[in-house]
């Protein structure tokens, strides 16, 4: 399991949980459920993870919780 910091909230219009990881740019799943959003986000950490790797781009290390203003 990834440490990045994953963001869950319910979506009305798409009718799913969505979680987004917001140190990995553009990196989000979905679910029907809670626990399937998390689960389907670990796929797509690795698969984003890959694929920077595969372009020669950096991956950044998880940083844990993110502060906001």
Avoid: F
């Amino acid at each position: 399991m990834y440490k990045y910091e994953v963001i869950i909230y319910w979506s009305a219009e798409d009718g799913a949980y969505v979680a987004e990881v917001p140190e990995l740019a553009g990196c989000m799943a979905d679910g029907a459920s809670y626990e399937e959003a998390i689960k389907n986000v670990q796929v797509v950490i690795a698969q984003w993870i890959e694929t920077a790797k595969d372009l020669g781009r950096d991956v950044p290390a998880p940083k844990g919780k993110l502060m906001y203003a």
